[in-house]
């Protein structure tokens, strides 16, 4: 925690505009060929925690409001989520709960991903 704050204080505090100290934050999801394809406001690299392929904590809702989990990966410092093409989405949210262990979206410096939740 205390690295966290002192790279909040380097950036906002003392002036230093290239010190991150915000993981990555959502931008815009584009569902395209069978695929929701997240994008990131980051200057690094997406990867996920303990070098796993597999990325979770994402989930999506359908026409009834319902969310279920589903498993990401990393494509092009993107996140992709494989979905049927027949199938009517309604949201998608990241680390959406009150202690979201699973969720394991991160930069290569070791910062998590912002939680976040959007709707179509």
């Known amino acids: 925690m205390g690295e966290r704050l002192a790279l909040i204080a380097r950036n906002k505090t003392y002036g230093e505009p290239d010190s991150e100290y915000r993981g990555p934050v959502f931008h815009r999801v584009q569902r395209q060929d069978g695929r929701l394809i997240i994008s990131f406001n980051t200057k690094k690299k997406l990867v996920g925690r303990h070098a796993q392929t597999a990325i979770n904590g994402f989930e999506i809702a359908t026409a009834s409001g319902q969310f279920r989990q589903v498993t990401a990966s990393i494509a092009n410092n993107q996140v992709t989520i494989s979905i049927p093409e027949s199938e009517t989405l309604?949201?998608?949210?990241y680390a959406w709960s009150d202690n979201p262990e699973a969720a394991?979206?991160?930069?290569?410096?070791?910062?998590?991903?912002?939680?976040?939740r959007t709707e179509f």
Request: proline share 12%; no cysteine; charged share 25%.
């Open 90 to 93: 309604t949201a998608v949210r």
């Open 104 to 116: 394991n979206l991160m930069d290569d410096s070791g910062l998590p991903a912002e939680p976040f």
